[in-house]
């Protein structure tokens, strides 16, 4: 479990005040807020890449920010906003790259490492594109194969910012669909930062809120889209 209490973050000073939050595996938290209000920021503190300027993330009980970069790589997934692809990258090597913290001594896959592969291919149905280059593929699907290389990673926690800001609407449906599934199916805690908020009342996901004073409160699904909104101002 990933716990906060406490919590200002900012660089030099606070731009936001969590005062409480847990993030239990099987559950996805939505965190939203309109720009500038720091939900990257919090991102960051909540990862351990930026320290809090007070209180304390703590994940099984343990301070983040004492834990090494590969305990961390072995317990938070990351998927950014947007992959454009690299020539020649395969999606097959894209999504190997999720092994690396387990890669054997001389940085190399083993055989569970193949089976991680195959089995996070599977799971958002890239398989079929498996061979192609990363640059040759949809906006979509590159954001699809990020998601399987953060399950590749085998972490308990997934973290997400704004995964679907440049994907059409299909494939923005796709995305909130198949990220419930896995929270349930996989027992993941996944943070998801979002503007979706259609999508977000739409699949009922329990709300991290940022709201313009930068007091960040954990709430319940709602019923509407016009309840959010007002929360946001």
């Known amino acids: 479990m990933l716990q906060a209490k406490d919590l200002s973050i900012g660089y030099r000073h606070s731009i936001a005040q969590l005062e409480e939050l847990s993030l239990i595996q099987g559950q996805i938290l939505a965190l939203v807020g309109r720009n500038g209000t720091g939900k990257t920021t919090l991102l960051k503190t909540l990862q351990g890449q930026l320290p809090a300027l007070q209180g304390e993330v703590t994940l099984h009980n343990q301070s983040i920010l004492s834990l090494s970069v590969d305990a961390l790589s072995k317990e938070i997934a990351w998927v950014d906003t947007r992959f454009q692809g690299v020539p020649h990258l395969t999606v097959y090597d894209y999504v190997l790259l ?4 387990y890669f054997n001594a001389i940085g190399t896959a083993t055989p569970t490492d193949l089976v991680a592969v195959k089995k996070a291919l599977e799971q958002v149905g890239m398989t079929v594109l498996k061979d192609k280059e990363t640059t040759e593929i949809s906006d979509g699907e590159r954001q699809l194969a990020s998601i399987a ?5 085998e972490t308990p926690l997934l973290f997400l910012d704004e995964p679907t800001a ?3 609407f ?7 669909t198949l990220l419930k599934h896995i929270a349930v199916a996989q027992s993941k805690g996944i943070l998801l930062s979002t503007h979706e908020l259609d999508l977000v009342v739409a699949h009922q996901l329990h709300l991290l809120v940022v709201r313009q004073d930068g007091n960040i409160t954990q709430q319940n699904p709602v019923e509407n889209v016009a309840k959010l909104e007002s929360w946001l101002t």
């Open 166 to 168: 440049f994907l059409d």
């Open 149 to 153: 290389r953060a399950l590749a990673q």
């Open 98 to 101: 999720g092994r690396t913290p």
């Open 170 to 176: 299909h494939h923005r449906k796709v995305i909130f």
